[in-house]
């Protein structure tokens, strides 16, 4: 028996936290600055330090699960800010998505939580087939008019939730067919064969980024692939901690994918999840397949593009689950960088969270507000016209808040400012 199984404490056997993770936190504090909440709220249990005392408290039986101890993980966004900066490897995301899965499993909730909206989101948005006719409601809430006057009006007010979902909405797209399913290469070196995830929130809330992710590819010298079959990746079911979902999510999604060299995701949460499906499947297709997976960045930076000038400046937001799940920094910038004309500034706390987190800002929006507030400010600083950012939920959360302080920017994924200045051959 392994010492993980051997010594549960308030844990069960399943998916139980790893002992060793816990144990490799010296309390040494250096994670601290780097925790969004902690730089908020300055408390100890709000800090991964704290954190991992008390998952390591549960785990030795000295604690048991408690809403208290649920409170304190909620409020965690999961950045994981705190394991780059950590000097002893401690696997923090690994061991709160593993805790939240014991607490979820157990029915231990804290009483700020709002169970129903957790159950409504991931109940919609990780499905396409439930998200997209919600969203030709919305659509025609924006073009209508009725968008301007409900804001105008402060309808919503009463309602904070609602309120918080309907600010962060994009304009939405018109109707987008999907990308061709098979895409000739065209580049002047043969690369292999590249599958796409679509996503679930990129295909309908910015679906020119899944466009644009193709022609690049393709321009690269990649036959491309986007699989029909594909559905949800579960990563927002990971962070909440509903691992058995995650699985079930990826057992559907890896078939869709058998026939590819590499599997090219642009959303960061996405990608983080698909690279870690390894560890919570351990055999050796979960393995296989996330040895596939890569960031867009990741894959374009190795190859070859004919770019144009685009004179714009520039700054970049580090997706969290990008510069800290996957550690992919160098890439975006680097990428950027090659754009002759663009001009690339440094964005002060790049890599601090903006407050999204997956579904984080509609669950905790005062947290999230807090974050995204301080995001716009520093964005601010910049003087950039336009920012870029990995994920979707960084673009919408970025956008609102930018809007909200009337900075006249556009926030664009780094794929979107590629394509414009891709020249066709």
């Not at 030795?60 to 994981?80: N, S, V």
């Not at 159950?119 to 998200?131: A, D, E, I, N």
């Amino acid at each position: 028996m392994s010492p993980d199984i051997a010594r549960l404490g308030a844990f069960d056997a399943q998916d139980v936290p790893s002992m060793d993770g816990l144990r490799a936190c010296v309390h040494c504090g250096i994670c601290l600055p780097q925790c969004p909440t902690y730089r908020v709220l300055g408390e100890e249990m709000d800090s991964p330090r704290g954190r991992v005392y008390l998952m390591r408290a549960a785990a030795e039986d000295r604690i048991g699960l408690t809403p208290t101890m649920a409170r304190h993980l909620d409020l965690c966004l999961g950045c994981r800010a705190c394991e780059t900066a950590c000097p002893s490897g401690v696997p923090f995301g690994q061991l709160l998505e593993a805790t939240r899965g014991q607490l979820e499993r157990r029915g231990v909730v804290a009483p700020e939580r709002d169970s129903k909206l957790l159950r409504f989101l991931l109940g919609v948005f990780p499905h396409p087939r439930r998200l997209g006719p919600m969203l030709r409601g919305l659509r025609l809430y924006q073009r209508s008019g009725l968008q301007a006057l409900v804001r105008g009006l402060g309808l919503l007010a009463p309602f904070e939730s609602l309120r918080t979902m309907e600010a962060l909405l994009p304009p939405l797209p018109a109707a987008t067919p999907l990308p061709p399913e098979r895409t000739a290469a065209r580049g002047a070196r043969a690369r292999g064969r590249a599958g796409v995830l679509l996503g679930c929130a990129q295909r309908f809330f910015y679906p020119d980024v899944n466009a644009d992710t193709v022609r690049l590819l393709a321009a690269a010298g990649y036959e491309v692939v986007v699989p029909r079959g594909q559905e949800c990746c579960g990563a927002l079911h990971l962070h909440a901690g509903r691992i058995d979902e995650l699985r079930a999510m990826a057992r559907r999604l890896m078939p869709a994918f058998e026939d590819v060299d590499v599997v090219v995701v642009n959303a960061a949460g996405c990608g983080s999840a698909m690279k870690e499906y390894g560890h919570w499947m351990p055999d050796e297709t979960a393995r296989r397949f996330s040895e596939r997976v890569r960031d867009i960045s990741e894959v374009l930076v190795d190859c070859e593009l004919p770019l144009r000038p685009l004179r714009e400046t520039v700054t970049y937001h580090d997706a969290c689950h990008l510069a800290h799940g996957q550690r992919v920094r160098a890439e975006p910038r680097e990428l950027l960088r090659r754009i002759p004309g663009l001009t690339l500034v440094d964005l002060p706390d790049a890599d601090l969270c903006c407050g999204s987190a997956g579904i984080y800002n509609l669950l905790e929006p005062e947290m999230a507000g807090e974050l995204g507030r301080g995001k716009a400010a520093r964005v601010r600083e910049t003087g950039a016209r336009v920012v870029a950012a990995g994920n979707p939920g960084c673009l919408m959360q970025i956008a609102q808040h930018c809007r909200a302080q009337g900075l006249p920017v556009e926030v664009v994924h780094p794929v979107t400012l590629l394509a414009r200045a891709l020249e066709e051959r």
